[in-house]
Structures are given as C-alpha cells and as structure tokens.
C-alpha cells in the first residue's frame, strides 16, 4: 500500500484527517474493496489498544498523558513522531495492544491509591451488618481483615457499604455518617499497595500513613495485616481522619 494511502488510513481512522479530505476519502472507501478492508483491519487495532489501557490500572500520571494523547493534546513534536508509526497492519496492532498493557502493568502492580477513591463517590449498595457478639466491629470485612465500629466511641454510624473491582482488584466500602458528613473507608484486598507518591508522612500510635489531597478530598491510607485501607471525606478535617484510621478499638481492630 502507497505510504500516502497508510497515512491517509491512520488519520481517517483516529479523526485526524482533515474535512476537507473526508469526502473524497470516503468516496475511496465505497470503490476500493482492499482498502475499506485495510480500514476495518486499523479500527479493529485500535480498538485493542484502547481497550487494553482501559482494562488496566496505571498510575494517575501515566493515565492523564494517554488521556491527554487521546484528546489530542500532545506536542507538536510528538504528534509528528506518531505520523511514523500512526499505520499498523493488524499483527502489528496486536503486538502494540500487548506491550500497552506491560507498559501499564509494569508501572502499576495494582490500583493507584487515588483511583480507589472511585468507590468513595458511589452510593451505598447494601446496609452494613452490626456484630452483636463484637460491639467494635462490622461483620462487613475484606478477606480476614474487618471493619471498625466507630459509633460507640466516635459517634459515626455506618450506614451502609458496597463492592466494587478497580484496577483488578475487589474492593469493599463501609460509609459513616455523622451529623449529615460522610467517611469512606475502602479496604484493597491482595497484597498492600504502593504507597501514593507525594502525600504527606504521619505516624499515629505506631501506624505508618500517608496523607493527601484528591480533587477536595482529604485522604488517609494505611496497612492493615498487609491489606491497603482508605479513609476520605470532604469536609472532616486531617486530624479526625487520622484518629479514625488509627483507632485499634482495645486490640479488636486488628492491624
């Protein structure tokens, strides 16, 4: 195939081609069996591209730039780089579908803290299970690590929770309300998570955090028996979240 005729192919595909060259282009396509077929085969890769990113954690970096790349947004000098190599034939596609889900894995090894935030947002799913026998726990748990009670000492009521798969991993959810405020408290199950670049130290009764700030959210992660936890709210100050995740509830809360 003509080198302009693979250009015009990868433009036409991921929208870059210009209007004034679509008509024409299309016309093309209607007559020309190989190329409409050669057309269906670029679709197809980039599809498998796209998906294998999507399919996949990466670190909220990696993620802006390929979302950045995608709205068209890169620089001058990368977006002519990419002209080199904008055609694939279809093995070639699968080949690059592959090494875009290594990139992403090898940077990530799971979710990024910050994307575990997800749930946080959503809206409880079913109500979360007291323990009679047990007045500092939930029942609610992830693998053998259990949720706190904070009503008794704090005065937050969980009032449900849910479940969620981010970034390949389950993750579960308890909500406390107190006085029309919520906290989240996310539990990763697997092995712990990296810590969140950036965020801030603290230590609290000989507990290792980190602390941060995520689009108006005040965030607290922590280990729990080698599981990732996450406690965020948008109106509780540092402090409390701090003294929330820290509580071992008299060596019921195991850490």
């Known amino acids: 195939m003509p080198d302009a005729d693979e250009a015009a192919l990868a433009a036409y595909a991921d929208g870059r081609m210009e209007p004034s060259e679509r008509t024409a282009f299309e016309a093309r396509l209607a007559s020309e069996p190989k190329l409409a077929a050669a057309l269906e085969h670029q679709r ?39 002209a080199g190599w904008g055609w694939l034939p279809s093995a070639g596609l699968a080949v690059a579908a592959l090494a875009a889900v290594a990139i992403v894995v090898a940077f990530s090894g799971g979710p990024a803290t910050a994307e575990v935030l997800a749930a946080a947002t959503r809206a409880p799913a079913a109500a979360a299970q ?19 009670n904070y009503e008794g000492k704090f005065g937050w009521e969980a009032e449900g929770t849910r479940t969620d798969e981010i970034g390949g991993r389950d993750t579960r959810t308890v909500f406390y309300r107190r ?16 810590w969140p670049p950036g965020a801030d130290r603290a230590e609290v009764d000989g507990t290792p955090m980190r602390v941060f700030t995520e689009d108006g959210r005040t965030v607290v992660t922590w280990r729990r028996n080698g599981r990732t936890c996450v406690l965020s709210a948008t109106n509780v100050p540092r402090d409390q979240l701090l003294e929330l995740a820290a509580w071992k509830g008299m060596g019921a809360v195991e850490f």
């Open 179 to 194: 006085e029309g405020r919520r906290v989240a408290y996310t539990i990763v199950a697997g092995d712990q998570l990296a």
């Open 130 to 148: 007291l323990d009679p026998n047990q007045p500092r726990l939930l029942r609610d748990r992830v693998e053998d690590v259990r949720f706190p």
């Open 44 to 82: 197809v890769g980039l599809m498998a591209i796209t998906t294998a990113v999507e399919s996949v954690s990466a670190p909220l970096a990696l993620r802006s730039r390929v979302e950045a790349m995608q709205r068209g947004e890169t620089a001058p000098r990368r977006r002519r780089r990419r």
